[in-house]
């Protein structure tokens, strides 16, 4: 079965501290594999994906396909930091499947 | 270049009551879908289509109603609303390769 999960509802980190959201997924294939970003009452936006290896507003992500992880790291959190992020996998039919979100709050 | 937009921003309806979100994309994407988005349940799929004139279930469908007569929109319908139907909507779009693109949501209550 197809599934992305999100362990954590809710993590709080003070500002400063490193931040690791993690992402773990269910997929019989080679995923395509994001991370999406909602700010308060914002739309949902694409942070990152895992194709393109890249940093966005520091922050990183790794694909371990032996772990089946797509971990989202930041070494020193920001209080803009604060949002709910969305770990999210694209199947070879282009559907989309969201894991159930974690909140990110950055405590000064 | 708009992206994704839908209307209405928010909709308040009774009980019986039907509607459509409208949703439009000007990036000549193939494939468009629509998303619940609930407090502890993450978003969930309602419909989804790859093509105009095909379109097809996701994991909440029921009480919903989508039609994709061209590649820039595609419609949701509620039917009949009921307050289980109360929830934030959002319509996406992407092409094969690229992640979604999302629109700012429809923030709807049924009362």
């Not at chain 1, 999960?5 to 294939?29: D, H, I, M, R, W």
């Not at chain 2, 509620?78 to 139907?85: E, F, G, R, Y």
Request: hydrophobic share 30%; aromatic share 10%.
């Amino acid at each position: 079965a197809q599934r992305v999960t999100q362990p954590e509802k809710l993590l709080s980190v003070f500002k400063g501290a490193p931040v690791e959201l993690k992402c773990n997924y269910s997929y019989s294939g080679s995923p395509e594999l994001f991370w999406y970003v909602q700010y308060s009452r914002q739309r949902l936006q694409l942070l990152l994906r895992h194709i393109s290896r890249e940093s966005i507003k520091g922050f990183t992500a790794d694909l371990n396909k032996g772990e089946t992880s797509f971990h989202l790291k930041k070494p020193f959190a920001q209080e803009e930091d604060s949002a709910m992020y969305y770990c999210a996998l694209i199947s070879s039919a282009s559907k989309i499947i969201f894991g159930s979100g974690t909140r990110l709050s950055i405590r000064p | 270049n708009a992206g994704v937009t839908q209307t209405p921003k928010f909709q308040v309806l009774k009980t019986g009551q039907s509607m459509t979100l409208q949703c439009a994309q000007d990036m000549n994407h193939e494939y468009m879908s629509w998303y619940r988005q609930d407090p502890g349940m993450g978003l969930r799929l309602i419909h989804y289509s790859v093509g105009a004139g095909i379109t097809d279930q996701g994991e909440v469908p029921n009480g919903y109603n989508v039609s994709r007569s061209t590649t820039e929109d595609f419609p949701l319908r509620l039917l009949s609303a009921a307050p289980s139907q109360t929830s934030v909507y959002f319509c996406a779009s992407t092409r094969t390769g690229d992640g979604y693109t999302f629109g700012s949501g429809t923030r709807l209550t049924v009362v």
